[in-house]
């Protein structure tokens, strides 16, 4: 597979189809990979797959480091191609401005990531070319998609409060969860806004439960559990359950997954006159 | 401190008089031209202004700012009788000794004219010691110009040569004073550089076009002197932001010779 | 003076401190993560490590702080000054690496006028110091002129001799005193030369090209190459034990309010922002050439001495896998490659 990968950028680069390759790459230890930013063809030895292909790539499509670089292939796991779906349909890339370099995939990190226990995107659902035997995508029940909510939901009102603020206690407010994220694309973040300053900046409990928060409502409905907020938490906090639970809301509410199909509407962003009203009161 | 008194010198553009509300702190307190000050607006937080108002007039201490963010908006809506924290003075200063016996040009643009109130009343109130005095200011707009009332003043003076101008487009009908781009009316005015020290202060955009013109008319690096800006916190060398390369702008700074400025990294 | 430690003895010198009223802070393992907090039972301590998650930075300058608090009364303002910050406390099973970073930040809290919060802590918490036994390829103490065994910043270091054993050596006075105190718990020196067991970290770069390197190479491609792949995230700012930058924000609710000081980090896009919007380090390759300038070449040619220990947090713990000792060896050999060359 991976010299298919390598062939392909470097086809992709040689042709002047994309200026750049947003790929994996080795990391500083055996155990990880890095993201790598390929521009010449003769580089693509750089690139490569493995269990440790952890990274989602897309969260460069947001910064202007690496969009300056030019029209991009990215390498995408079926996770993050869900992002793609996501970015497109929110109006933050254009289909045609993006080359998707899909990967087959049956599960990555060591030990193997919570989110491949019901993956349901071996194959990437959107792919101009796709790396690896096409794998059948397996269908999971609802309550199968969702069973590493099973111990938390068993948990009382009280229960879930406490398990939140003992959380949210470690928080550093290093931002780093909403940095890595690629649907954390808003040039000002509501924490960066200071008149007036809706989310205090302090790590302390109500500025650390603010911003969590907030960050969490934020992506309901949006969020396609790609867990890499959790990865990069520095505290280790699990803010994929807190995210998960809402994604799950959002599916029994609106019958609506993320990431899935680029032509359904987005639950939190579409308005129809028949909309359910019973929330308002 | 308290705020005895505000004025309204442009368009968003606010002067504060403060009188320290503990009267021993106010009779020890001192500063010298250049140095700046952390300014609260309780609430809100603090922002940086230079001390506006002359160390030879004791009595109080004033501040200019325009109204841009979070605490400049807040500081705004205060009105005499209000309290307002100082912190400060902090900083370098500029040194007025080492020009006595000399010729003095001060160039400033817009709201930059503030920096440079406190080394210009300094210099005015010991007229003695220097030379010819000659002050080149301008705005965008008429409007913009700060400190009207003390232009008025320096032009009433015969010991100070000023010259105002406005932007092009900025005049009004009754405007007598010259129209065109500070750099310009510097080139115009053309001070002789023999003896001379020039002062400058303005926005990154008028500085680079006026050192190479004071340049051309023969003055030294060394004789250039400005006052630098950048984001600061706590104004005593510790918060580790307001640094352009090795130099901290709240302890080194904020005034700099021109030829200091070539040394740093292009990082401001 | 020099003692040893027997681990049987270890619940003794937890109650001991605690009967002394110290606060104790040691590495205790939470899941994931071994975390350097507060202990009440000598049984949550966790020794088997390389490398605690945070840093003993914490203690000294915490992640947020009340450095005053006001109430407005109509037009008047009173203002307060917190006590009782610094509380009496031992850390115990610091790491040589973090302990060094606190002569070295005392510099530059100490520079003209002095922050008391770092300064009263600094008088109040004793550091008991663990040499490292072992390392992971992260570490690079050796690189930067410390050691898995070094001294700087320490009380008492403990260096493991056997694998029930410590040997205590105190290296100031204050760390003589706690022994004093304590001295029932530790036994007489050890006979003989002690088995000290002490890891080997490897020497990745030589720090003496560093600096020169830095004073010529302001602008160079390879600021912006390393660091596309960095998402600004400040995480390496925050773990880091040399870090020390921080934001000075008011937090109030009407007429009641406090002055705060929080963690802060370079790395942010808003850190260097002008009210006007113009930004001196706008892009990312320019705040991560400020990082490793501020460390290896600024703060050296102010206080004579490297920003860093070389505990390698920052690159364990970057998403990204920006790695410093690899940027520093990248420096030192002066090729200027864009991209490490692929270890195939």
Redesign the interface.
Same mark, same amino acid.
Request: with cysteine; net charge negative.
């Given at each position: 597979m991976i010299e298919a990968l390598r062939k392909k950028a470097e086809e992709l680069l040689k042709n002047k189809t994309v200026d750049v390759v947003y790929g994996y790459? *080795?990391?500083?230890?055996p155990e /990880?990979? /890095? #993201?790598?930013?390929i521009t010449k063809p003769e580089?693509v $030895?750089?690139l490569t797959w493995n269990k440790y292909c952890v990274?989602n790539l897309t969260?460069?499509l947001k910064? =202007? *480091?690496?969009r300056k670089?030019g029209k991009p292939a990215i390498v995408v796991k079926g996770c993050d191609a869900k992002t793609i779906t996501v970015l497109i349909k929110e109006s933050q890339i254009k289909r045609e401005d993006i080359y998707i370099i899909g990967v087959t995939c049956t599960g990555i990190g060591d030990p193997p990531a919570t989110k491949c226990k019901a993956c349901d995107v071996n194959t990437p659902l959107i792919y101009d070319e796709l790396i690896g035997e096409k794998i059948e995508n397996k269908e999971f029940s609802f309550e199968e998609r969702y069973a590493e909510l099973d111990e938390y939901e068993k948990l009382s009102e009280q229960e879930k409060w406490d398990f939140w603020q003992k959380q949210f206690e470690k928080c !550093?407010?290093?931002?780093?969860c909403?940095? !890595?994220c690629p649907l954390c694309f808003c040039d000002r973040c509501i924490v &960066?806004k $200071? =008149?007036p =300053?809706w989310i &205090?900046?302090?790590?302390?409990p109500r500025?650390n439960l603010s911003w969590n928060v907030t960050r969490a409502y934020h992506l309901a409905g949006r969020c396609i559990n790609c867990e890499?907020c959790q /990865?990069?938490c #520095?505290? &280790?906090i699990p803010l994929n359950l807190l995210n998960k639970k809402l994604a799950k809301e959002t599916e029994k509410n609106f019958k609506y997954r993320s990431g899935y199909n680029v032509d359904d509407e987005l639950a939190m962003a579409t308005y129809k006159e028949d909309d359910n009203q019973d929330f308002i009161k | 401190m308290n705020i005895s008194d505000v004025t309204d010198e442009a368009p968003g553009v606010r002067t504060f008089r403060l009188n320290f509300q503990n009267e021993d702190e106010g009779k020890n307190f001192k500063f010298q031209a250049g140095q700046f000050a952390l300014y609260s607006a309780f609430g809100y937080g603090e922002s940086t202004f230079c001390i506006a108002s002359s160390p030879t007039r004791k009595d109080y201490v004033e501040c200019t700012f325009r109204q841009a963010g979070r605490v400049t908006n807040a500081l705004s809506e205060l009105n005499a009788g209000d309290t307002i924290g100082f912190r400060g003075p902090y900083g370098n200063v500029f040194p007025i000794e080492e020009w006595e016996g000399k010729n003095l040009v001060f160039v400033a643009g817009g709201i930059a004219l503030p920096p440079l109130r406190s080394v210009i009343w300094n210099c005015l109130d010991l007229r003695d010691k220097y030379k010819n005095i000659t002050i080149v200011y301008g705005a965008k707009t008429v409007a913009d110009l700060v400190y009207k009332n003390e232009l008025k003043e320096w032009t009433a003076r015969d010991d100070v040569n000023l010259v105002t101008t406005v932007d092009p487009g900025g005049e009004t009908p009754d405007w007598t004073g010259k129209v065109g781009f500070v750099p310009t009316v510097v080139e115009e005015t053309a001070p002789d550089s023999k003896d001379t020290i020039a002062i400058v202060c303005g926005p990154p955009i008028m500085i680079k076009f006026t050192l190479p013109v004071l340049e051309k008319l023969g003055f030294k690096q060394d004789k250039v002197y400005t006052t630098l800006e950048n984001r600061m916190k706590c104004g005593l060398g510790k918060c580790g932001r307001c640094n352009i390369g090795c130099t901290y702008i709240c302890k080194e700074g904020p005034v700099f010779t021109a030829e200091e400025i070539s040394k740093m990294p292009d990082e401001f | 003076m020099e003692k040893t430690l027997k681990k049987e003895k270890f619940n003794s010198l937890i109650t001991g401190l605690k009967d002394k009223g110290y606060k104790t802070i040691a590495p205790k393992k939470d899941n994931n993560l071994i975390t350097l907090c507060e202990i009440q039972e000598a049984d949550e301590i966790h020794f088997d490590h390389v490398q605690t998650n945070n840093s003993i930075k914490e203690y000294f300058l915490p992640k947020t702080e009340k450095i005053l608090s006001y109430t407005i009364e109509k037009t008047k303002v009173s203002i307060e000054e917190p006590e009782g910050f610094a509380v009496k406390s031992v850390v115990f099973g610091s790491r040589p690496c973090d302990a060094a970073s606190l002569p070295i930040m005392d510099k530059v809290f100490n520079w003209d006028c002095t922050d008391k919060f770092w300064i009263e802590r600094r008088e109040a918490i004793t550091i008991v110091t663990i040499a490292c036994d072992k390392c992971d390829s992260y570490c690079f103490c050796t690189s930067v002129g410390l050691a898995p065994d070094a001294k700087q910043g320490s009380d008492v270091l403990l260096t493991k001799i056997s694998d029930d054993e410590y040997l205590v050596e105190t290296e100031t006075e204050k760390g003589e005193g706690l022994i004093k105190e304590l001295e029932t718990v530790f036994s007489e020196p050890p006979s003989g030369t002690p088995d000290r067991q002490v890891a080997t970290v490897e020497k990745k770069f030589e720090i003496d090209k560093v600096k020169p390197w830095l004073d010529e190479n302001f602008v160079h491609k390879i600021w912006a190459e390393f660091s596309t792949k960095c998402i600004g995230c400040g995480a390496c700012t925050f773990v880091c034990p040399t870090c020390h930058c921080f934001d000075i924000v008011d937090e109030c609710t009407m007429s009641k309010g406090d002055r705060v000081k929080n963690w802060d980090g370079c790395q942010f896009k808003m850190f260097t922002l002008h009210t006007s919007g113009h930004n001196p380090r706008s892009t990312q390759d320019q705040r991560w050439r400020q990082r490793i300038m501020h460390k290896f070449k600024y703060y050296v040619e102010k206080f004579d001495n490297i920003l860093c220990v070389g505990c390698g947090r920052c690159s364990r713990v970057c998403p990204a896998d920006m790695n410093i000792s690899e940027m520093l060896e990248i420096i030192s050999t002066d090729e200027g490659q864009p991209e490490p060359v692929s270890k195939e």
């Amino acid at each position: 597979m991976i010299e298919a990968l390598r062939k392909k950028a470097e086809e992709l680069l040689k042709n002047k189809t994309v200026d750049v390759v947003y790929g994996y790459g *080795e990391g500083s230890v055996p155990e /990880r990979t /890095r #993201p790598v930013f390929i521009t010449k063809p003769e580089d693509v $030895n750089k690139l490569t797959w493995n269990k440790y292909c952890v990274y989602n790539l897309t969260t460069y499509l947001k910064k =202007q *480091e690496s969009r300056k670089l030019g029209k991009p292939a990215i390498v995408v796991k079926g996770c993050d191609a869900k992002t793609i779906t996501v970015l497109i349909k929110e109006s933050q890339i254009k289909r045609e401005d993006i080359y998707i370099i899909g990967v087959t995939c049956t599960g990555i990190g060591d030990p193997p990531a919570t989110k491949c226990k019901a993956c349901d995107v071996n194959t990437p659902l959107i792919y101009d070319e796709l790396i690896g035997e096409k794998i059948e995508n397996k269908e999971f029940s609802f309550e199968e998609r969702y069973a590493e909510l099973d111990e938390y939901e068993k948990l009382s009102e009280q229960e879930k409060w406490d398990f939140w603020q003992k959380q949210f206690e470690k928080c !550093i407010k290093c931002y780093a969860c909403s940095s !890595i994220c690629p649907l954390c694309f808003c040039d000002r973040c509501i924490v &960066d806004k $200071n =008149q007036p =300053q809706w989310i &205090d900046p302090s790590a302390h409990p109500r500025g650390n439960l603010s911003w969590n928060v907030t960050r969490a409502y934020h992506l309901a409905g949006r969020c396609i559990n790609c867990e890499e907020c959790q /990865r990069v938490c #520095p505290a &280790d906090i699990p803010l994929n359950l807190l995210n998960k639970k809402l994604a799950k809301e959002t599916e029994k509410n609106f019958k609506y997954r993320s990431g899935y199909n680029v032509d359904d509407e987005l639950a939190m962003a579409t308005y129809k006159e028949d909309d359910n009203q019973d929330f308002i009161k | 401190m308290n705020i005895s008194d505000v004025t309204d010198e442009a368009p968003g553009v606010r002067t504060f008089r403060l009188n320290f509300q503990n009267e021993d702190e106010g009779k020890n307190f001192k500063f010298q031209a250049g140095q700046f000050a952390l300014y609260s607006a309780f609430g809100y937080g603090e922002s940086t202004f230079c001390i506006a108002s002359s160390p030879t007039r004791k009595d109080y201490v004033e501040c200019t700012f325009r109204q841009a963010g979070r605490v400049t908006n807040a500081l705004s809506e205060l009105n005499a009788g209000d309290t307002i924290g100082f912190r400060g003075p902090y900083g370098n200063v500029f040194p007025i000794e080492e020009w006595e016996g000399k010729n003095l040009v001060f160039v400033a643009g817009g709201i930059a004219l503030p920096p440079l109130r406190s080394v210009i009343w300094n210099c005015l109130d010991l007229r003695d010691k220097y030379k010819n005095i000659t002050i080149v200011y301008g705005a965008k707009t008429v409007a913009d110009l700060v400190y009207k009332n003390e232009l008025k003043e320096w032009t009433a003076r015969d010991d100070v040569n000023l010259v105002t101008t406005v932007d092009p487009g900025g005049e009004t009908p009754d405007w007598t004073g010259k129209v065109g781009f500070v750099p310009t009316v510097v080139e115009e005015t053309a001070p002789d550089s023999k003896d001379t020290i020039a002062i400058v202060c303005g926005p990154p955009i008028m500085i680079k076009f006026t050192l190479p013109v004071l340049e051309k008319l023969g003055f030294k690096q060394d004789k250039v002197y400005t006052t630098l800006e950048n984001r600061m916190k706590c104004g005593l060398g510790k918060c580790g932001r307001c640094n352009i390369g090795c130099t901290y702008i709240c302890k080194e700074g904020p005034v700099f010779t021109a030829e200091e400025i070539s040394k740093m990294p292009d990082e401001f | 003076m020099e003692k040893t430690l027997k681990k049987e003895k270890f619940n003794s010198l937890i109650t001991g401190l605690k009967d002394k009223g110290y606060k104790t802070i040691a590495p205790k393992k939470d899941n994931n993560l071994i975390t350097l907090c507060e202990i009440q039972e000598a049984d949550e301590i966790h020794f088997d490590h390389v490398q605690t998650n945070n840093s003993i930075k914490e203690y000294f300058l915490p992640k947020t702080e009340k450095i005053l608090s006001y109430t407005i009364e109509k037009t008047k303002v009173s203002i307060e000054e917190p006590e009782g910050f610094a509380v009496k406390s031992v850390v115990f099973g610091s790491r040589p690496c973090d302990a060094a970073s606190l002569p070295i930040m005392d510099k530059v809290f100490n520079w003209d006028c002095t922050d008391k919060f770092w300064i009263e802590r600094r008088e109040a918490i004793t550091i008991v110091t663990i040499a490292c036994d072992k390392c992971d390829s992260y570490c690079f103490c050796t690189s930067v002129g410390l050691a898995p065994d070094a001294k700087q910043g320490s009380d008492v270091l403990l260096t493991k001799i056997s694998d029930d054993e410590y040997l205590v050596e105190t290296e100031t006075e204050k760390g003589e005193g706690l022994i004093k105190e304590l001295e029932t718990v530790f036994s007489e020196p050890p006979s003989g030369t002690p088995d000290r067991q002490v890891a080997t970290v490897e020497k990745k770069f030589e720090i003496d090209k560093v600096k020169p390197w830095l004073d010529e190479n302001f602008v160079h491609k390879i600021w912006a190459e390393f660091s596309t792949k960095c998402i600004g995230c400040g995480a390496c700012t925050f773990v880091c034990p040399t870090c020390h930058c921080f934001d000075i924000v008011d937090e109030c609710t009407m007429s009641k309010g406090d002055r705060v000081k929080n963690w802060d980090g370079c790395q942010f896009k808003m850190f260097t922002l002008h009210t006007s919007g113009h930004n001196p380090r706008s892009t990312q390759d320019q705040r991560w050439r400020q990082r490793i300038m501020h460390k290896f070449k600024y703060y050296v040619e102010k206080f004579d001495n490297i920003l860093c220990v070389g505990c390698g947090r920052c690159s364990r713990v970057c998403p990204a896998d920006m790695n410093i000792s690899e940027m520093l060896e990248i420096i030192s050999t002066d090729e200027g490659q864009p991209e490490p060359v692929s270890k195939e």
